[in-house]
């Protein structure tokens, strides 16, 4: 089993549209939380860390759910700069390391 | 603004060859990292540092060797270069206190 499990998509959505993504994660020991983004051909840059409460980023919104071991990534109001990969990140439960997810591919369209 | 830089975007080396890849930061973060990317299998670790000449073993050593001789650059060693080592290889730094990683642009080596 998979660390960190992503549905890796391709999302194709309108413009304009709401898009949700989850994640599942194994370790019961994580503690910190993270969704990054992946343009084409690019590095991985932090988008937001996710929190126990929830948070929210202008048109993101993160949710934790410790129970369930679920994080998600809600995205309203897609834009065509939104298409990216958006990848699931929790930390390995100490050493400072984090655990990547494969990545959900998102792809808004005109 | 963190900057992370990597000796080459494209690389292509044969069967056998010694690959050295390079990463320089400006930022004095203390961790350094070294992920290969593919598709499917997202990023797995290589190798990391903590600190100039400390070294740990990732999820996937085998067939690398990394050295840190001075804290801004850390280096990854493809010893023998195989095709199944034909991948995007990215660095990453971290300062001890957080967890955000800032990543390198990217390494795309091709073995033939």
């Known amino acids: 089993r998979k660390e960190v499990e992503q549905d890796p998509g391709p999302f194709n959505v309108p413009e304009g549209a709401t898009v949700a993504f989850n994640c599942t994660y194994s370790n019961s020991a994580s503690q910190s939380f993270f969704w990054y983004r992946q343009d084409c051909r690019k590095e991985p840059k932090l988008l937001m860390s996710v929190y126990s409460s929830g948070n929210e980023d202008g048109r993101f919104t993160a949710q934790l759910n410790r129970a369930s071991q679920y994080i998600s990534l809600l995205i309203r109001d897609s834009k065509l700069s939104d298409s990216a990969t958006y990848l699931c990140?929790?930390?390995?439960?100490?050493?400072?390391?984090?655990?990547f997810g494969a990545g959900t591919r998102l792809a808004v369209h005109p | 603004d963190v900057k992370v830089t990597q000796s080459s975007r494209y690389l292509v080396k044969r069967t056998g060859e010694k690959v050295f890849l390079e990463c320089v930061q400006d930022m004095d973060h203390e961790n350094m990292f070294w992920y290969r990317q593919d598709p499917g299998l997202g990023l797995r670790l290589i190798y990391f540092?903590?600190?100039?000449?400390?070294?740990e073993k990732g999820d996937i050593p085998e067939g690398y060797s990394v050295s840190r001789e001075k804290k801004e650059r850390f280096s990854l060693i493809l010893e023998s270069a195989s095709t199944n080592q034909t991948s995007m290889y990215l660095c990453?730094?971290?300062?001890?206190?957080?967890?955000?990683?800032?990543f390198g642009p990217g390494t795309r080596l091709t073995v033939t």
């Open positions: 990140v929790v930390d390995s439960g100490g050493y400072n390391k984090l655990i």
């Open positions: 540092s903590y600190d100039v000449k400390m070294k």
């Open positions: 990453a730094t971290q300062p001890r206190v957080s967890y955000e990683q800032y």
